[in-house]
């Protein structure tokens, strides 16, 4: 069976694990992470630590420096910054500790104020006796054994801790901290050592021989936390640095050391940045005599946190890791779970690991689908579900914003067609239950009102002729139909429209074909043969006049079983864009059924080429000019090719561009404009072209080749095995020689024997 093109994967099938077994394996991994935090914990940190030291260890090893001398060298270095940072961060406390009787006739009048606002008494001392006055009141502090004639005695100890008490509670407190520290550093010490050793054996394990889906996990994987990091880096430093430009605006003291501070703590999500505002909240207070410096202080956090965590961080941290934004917050929210405050540091490398790897093994696919910031949905599934749910604002939104970055006939064919055939589809599974085709088809012809209305048509043009288009089976067929109708009404031309009872046995015979120039069938059926045979003999038969174009829209060009011969049609169409220019073309008066009409321009320079490729009696002149060009431009190939339509749309989408050579020609052709890839191996479409791949193309410049009408018939393509630059005159002289080419085909084509 005949599938399009550009028909969409299979949207039906079942989950990739069971959903008991999913949910224990979830738990199960739940369960180890939490139990085991003491052993992951330090693991992963030494493991985003590495990643973090290993640019600098690599640039060290380029300067000649050993591994293990780079390797302790990056530590220690780190090390001595860390160190550096926390002894600044203790020595302005404490010097702010000693500061703090300075500002105290400061503190003292404002809190007398406060007191004066509050009113005479201390406000928690009057509360106090609110509440006593209250427990006498419901007799709860009646005498008890504890009475006035016999009160009790109370003694009030507070000894001291001992000397090695107090040391011994030091150390308990410091003792994790310092342990996990120390287990760390080896950690990365080691990693970074052996890093090359344990990626062969990460490799070797994980990758049951397929060594190259394990490396593009770990490339990307490195690459999104490494890329994680850097971003991470610039917003906290560009957090400290408008924090504390801030704070020296507002005049308070050591104000760029707390924009330093600000950015050291942001690495402690949520709660990090409370604690840097502390201290110049405290200096602000005790400071400045008044309020204001206070009340600046607050707005300034307040503007500079929420613009940084709501507008900014979101979108960064999702673009820059492949995380949605939701995730980023549920994923937070997961690990601080699990791991408590390391969990929150640790969330998002963690987080992107798991989306890497489920974008890669198939049965963790959902952990990308659910975490990802790819959309999940092509933009056919997306406006075919929107048909679905009757969502016809969302549709026109849809809609109108593709029809805004291309044109409505583009987004017919990329679009709507595309849902039709999961329409179409979805109607071969289960064809009773009417509801959803009728809201299929109710919303698409609520988008074409709107995309279209009849107010926006061209007045017909004067000649043009009219054309009939039909729906043929169903009335999704007749939907298509409709999309027909409404490009060829923005054309100019009068088109009438019959419903799909029309091209059955019974209407056929009563269609008035009276001053009709062209019928459009329209069928979204992937084996529509036997109808549009039989279709179009009836209309023959009746009409033998009046042209016929059969509109296949789910059937592939390359099928060899629909040919306009065979069918006994006009012309065949695959596209709306294709049917659209085919019924142009029969109305203009083109004839010759059995193939897919030419477009009226620049047909006898296109024949002229297409022989002079095959037939040897042009003396060679072809293979001496592109000699020429390729020696032009000091390249190794140079060819010209032209665009085949013999068997599908003039106007039919071009293949996707990882097919072959062919693929490169159809662009430059279809968009009738050069098309030059300096370095294939960067480039966004082409890095994993077969052809260019395995034949060592590095370069690439195509130009199309337009006869005088303006319709490109092929293409002159230059190659190279190495990247180079190609300016823009290099691109007008490539598009000169074309210019002779064709040139040379019109005037030196032999005649026909």
Same mark, same amino acid.
């Given at each position: ?125 009057? =509360? ?18 504890? *009475? ?8 009030? !100890? ?21 342990? *996990? ?155 601080? *779970? =699990? ?17 890497? +790897? ?63 055939? =999961? ?16 809201? +299929? ?38 939907? !298509? ?39 459009? =069938? ?104 592109? !000699? ?11 060819? !010209? ?73 092929? *293409?002159?393509? +230059? ?35």
């Amino acid at each position: 069976m005949a599938t399009p093109d550009n028909a969409p994967l299979p949207h039906k099938g079942s989950l990739p694990l069971e959903t008991a077994a999913a949910a224990g394996f979830v738990l199960t991994l739940i369960v180890g992470l939490y139990l085991g935090q003491g052993i992951f914990v330090p693991l992963v940190l030494a493991v985003l630590l590495a990643f973090a030291l290993s640019p600098v260890v690599a640039g060290l090893r380029r300067v000649g420096l050993p591994n293990v001398v780079a390797t302790l060298v990056a530590v220690l270095g780190a090390g001595v910054v860390l160190a550096l940072v926390g002894y600044l961060v203790v020595t302005q406390l404490l010097k702010l500790a000693g500061d703090l009787p300075q500002y105290q006739s400061t503190i003292a009048a404002k809190i007398r104020s406060f007191q004066m606002t509050a009113g005479s008494e201390d406000v928690f001392e009057r =509360l106090a006796q609110a509440a006593e006055r209250l427990g006498e009141q419901t007799g709860l502090s009646g005498n008890k054994p504890g *009475t006035e004639g016999n009160p009790l005695p109370v003694t009030i !100890a507070n000894v001291p801790p001992s000397p090695l008490a107090s040391v011994q509670g030091l150390l308990g407190s410091l003792l994790g901290p310092l342990a *996990t520290g120390a287990i760390v550093t080896v950690l990365v010490i080691f990693l970074l050592l052996e890093r090359e050793d344990l990626r062969d054996r990460f490799l070797r394990l994980v990758s049951r021989g397929d060594l190259r889906t394990s490396t593009k996990v770990l490339n990307e994987s490195a690459q999104r936390v490494s890329r994680y990091l850097l971003v991470q880096f610039l917003v906290n430093a560009g957090y400290g640095v408008v924090f504390g430009a801030g704070l020296v605006l507002l005049g308070v003291p050591n104000a760029v050391l707390w924009g330093l501070f600000a950015t050291l703590f942001r690495y402690i999500p949520f709660v990090g940045t409370l604690i840097a505002v502390t201290i110049p909240l405290t200096l602000a207070f005790a400071v400045d005599p008044g309020w204001t410096m206070l009340a600046g202080v607050i707005l300034l956090y307040l503007v500079v946190e929420l613009t940084t965590t709501n507008a900014i961080e979101p979108r960064l941290y999702g673009s820059s890791t492949g995380l949605s934004a939701l995730a980023v917050l549920v994923a937070a929210i997961f690990w601080a *779970t =699990l791991w408590g405050p390391i969990g929150l540091l640790l969330a998002t490398p963690l987080t992107v690991c798991l989306v890497v +790897i489920g974008r890669y093994v198939p049965n963790l696919a959902f952990l990308e689908i659910l975490l990802g910031s790819e959309p999940v949905l092509t933009g056919e599934q997306r406006f075919y579900q929107r048909l679905l749910a009757r969502n016809t604002e969302e549709a026109i939104d849809m809609a109108s914003s593709e029809v805004a970055e291309t044109d409505l006939p583009q987004f017919i064919d990329s679009i709507a067609l595309p849902a039709l055939r =999961l329409a179409e589809a979805d109607l071969q599974l289960d064809g009773s239950d009417m509801g959803p085709r009728r809201a +299929i088809v109710e919303t698409l012809s609520d988008v074409m009102d709107e995309l279209a209305p009849s107010e926006t048509m061209q007045s017909e043009l004067p000649g043009a002729g009219k054309v009939l288009v039909i729906g043929g089976r169903t009335e999704l067929d007749a939907a !298509a139909a409709e999309m027909l109708g409404a490009l060829l009404k923005q054309a100019g031309v009068e088109v009438s429209q019959l419903p799909p009872m029309s091209a059955r046995r019974e209407g056929l015979g009563q269609i008035d074909l009276s001053g009709v120039n062209a019928v459009c =069938l329209c069928y979204l059926g992937s084996s529509p043969k036997s109808f549009v045979r039989y279709a179009a003999r009836r209309l023959k038969g009746r009409s033998a006049e009046t042209a016929i174009l059969a509109c296949l829209f789910n059937v592939a060009s390359s099928d060899a079983d629909f040919m306009p011969a065979d069918l006994g049609v006009d012309a065949i169409a695959r596209s709306m864009k294709g049917a659209l220019a085919q019924a142009l073309t029969l109305l203009g008066g083109a004839d010759g059924a059995g193939s897919e009409a030419e477009p009226p321009s620049g047909v006898g320079q296109l024949e002229a080429l297409r022989r002079l490729q095959r037939d040897t009696r042009y003396g060679g002149w072809l293979d001496d000019f592109l !000699a020429r060009v390729a020696a032009t431009f000091e390249v190794p190939l140079a060819t !010209a090719s032209i665009i085949e339509r013999a068997d599908s749309s003039a106007e039919e989408p071009p293949p996707p561009a990882n097919l072959d050579a062919s693929s490169l020609y159809e662009q430059v052709g279809k968009q009738g404009s050069p098309l030059v890839i300096e370095d294939v191996a960067a480039h966004e479409h082409f890095s994993e072209n077969p052809f260019l791949l395995e034949n060592g193309i590095r370069f690439y410049a195509g130009v199309p080749l337009l006869p005088e009408s303006g319709q490109p018939v092929g *293409t002159l393509s +230059i190659f190279d095995v190495a990247p180079r630059q190609f300016s823009a005159a290099q691109t007008e002289s490539l598009q000169a020689l074309a210019v002779e080419l064709m040139s040379r085909v019109q005037t030196s084509a032999p005649a026909e024997r």
